[in-house]
């Protein structure tokens, strides 16, 4: 993103409003920036288990106001919206984004509708294209931007068995990355209650972090029992050296291919060499592992890995037995390899 997009993001960019009743208009920076980050995962596992990677954007902190502690999130969208409305046009995807924002797609189209027309009028002109192909892309950026951003907010405000009724069990990630907001407020004594608005009223007091700090059990009746099993090569982009916290915030990493990958790391061995500080860091870590994952839904759930067999061409770990890693699981489990017939990690990733 350039300078001129970022100052043009009221056009084409809501904003999410998080509110902080704190002593003082003050709170802890650990504080702001775990909301923040967790903040930025909920929109990724939107992307992830919702639109299933369709959108593609940039998260913005404005600048907040002065007199209170007013976190303002802007939610830049640089393109592929498509997904986002062929959700929004059906009456499933409907009835679900209203459930966590209140307002329908539609009502909300309006709603953009007319604040963008203030907007534009000072709107920079661009002369590689007309102006109203100009107004009809910043007017669709504008409305997904808010459509996510309304949606993060209601996961953040509702309580676990409203967002439980609308649907959300689908991602259970997002629960965890709304634990680890909430977790980081009750770790600041100096917040008394949440808003979600510019006004001065906090809906959510401190005695209601607990119950939306806590995971809710979520029972899948379809979930598969069978577990697939391989080694390959990934790359981190993202890792998380708390062995406690990776449970919220997986390890991120890509394939040689670059598709994405959430994971936990479960291999004593490997967490020993970080403890002991030694492993040979690089800027793009590289690892070889030996995981186990299921499918639902045509992709893949509760990565998991046994064995780091490599980090960064250093020898960490053996690799487990057929029999070992049946008798972990507990039932049958289907291995595979690249370059065969049978599903490997990534063969799910697209559906």
Request: charged share 25%.
């Amino acid at each position: 993103m350039d300078t001129k997009d970022i100052d043009d993001w009221k056009t084409i960019s809501d904003i999410l409003y998080i509110h902080y009743d704190s002593y003082d208009h003050a709170i802890k920076a650990d504080t702001f920036i775990e909301s923040i980050e967790s903040i930025k995962l909920i929109i990724e596992y939107i992307n992830r288990d919702i639109l299933n990677y369709s959108l593609k954007y940039s998260l913005l902190i404005i600048p907040s106001e002065p007199g209170s502690f007013l976190a303002k999130i802007g939610l830049y969208i640089t393109g592929a919206i498509t997904g986002l409305f062929a959700i929004a046009n059906t009456d499933i995807g409907a009835a679900f984004i209203e459930g966590l924002t209140s307002v329908s797609p539609a009502e909300l189209a309006k709603q953009i509708g007319q604040d963008i027309r203030t907007d534009l009028i000072n709107a920079v002109k661009y002369s590689s294209e007309s102006e109203d192909a100009i107004q009809k892309k910043e007017r669709e950026c504008k409305l997904a931007s808010t459509i996510i951003l309304k949606m993060t907010g209601g996961i953040l405000e509702k309580k676990t068995e409203e967002l439980l009724k609308i649907g959300l069990n689908i991602s259970p990630d997002i629960f965890k990355a709304r634990s680890k907001f909430y977790i980081a407020c009750l770790q600041d004594n100096a917040i008394n209650g949440l808003g979600f608005s510019r006004e001065n009223e906090f809906p959510i007091p401190r005695s209601s972090f607990a119950e939306r700090a806590s995971l809710p059990i979520i029972p899948f009746e379809d979930e598969p029992i069978e577990w697939f099993a391989s080694i390959e090569k990934v790359y981190v982009t993202s890792p998380n050296w708390d062995k406690i916290d990776q449970k919220i915030r997986n390890w991120k990493g890509k394939n040689e291919l670059g598709k994405d990958c959430y994971f936990t790391i479960e291999d004593e061995i490997f967490w020993k060499f970080a403890e002991n500080k030694e492993l040979n860091l690089e800027v793009l870590d590289t690892l070889k592992v030996q995981w186990i994952y299921q499918i639902r839904d045509g992709r893949q759930k509760n990565i998991r890995v046994l064995r780091v067999i490599e980090f960064n061409n250093k020898k960490i770990s053996s690799e487990m037995s057929t029999a070992e890693i049946e008798q972990l699981v507990g039932v049958k489990t289907y291995f595979s390899a690249n370059g065969n017939n049978e599903p490997d990690l990534f063969t799910f990733n697209s559906i």
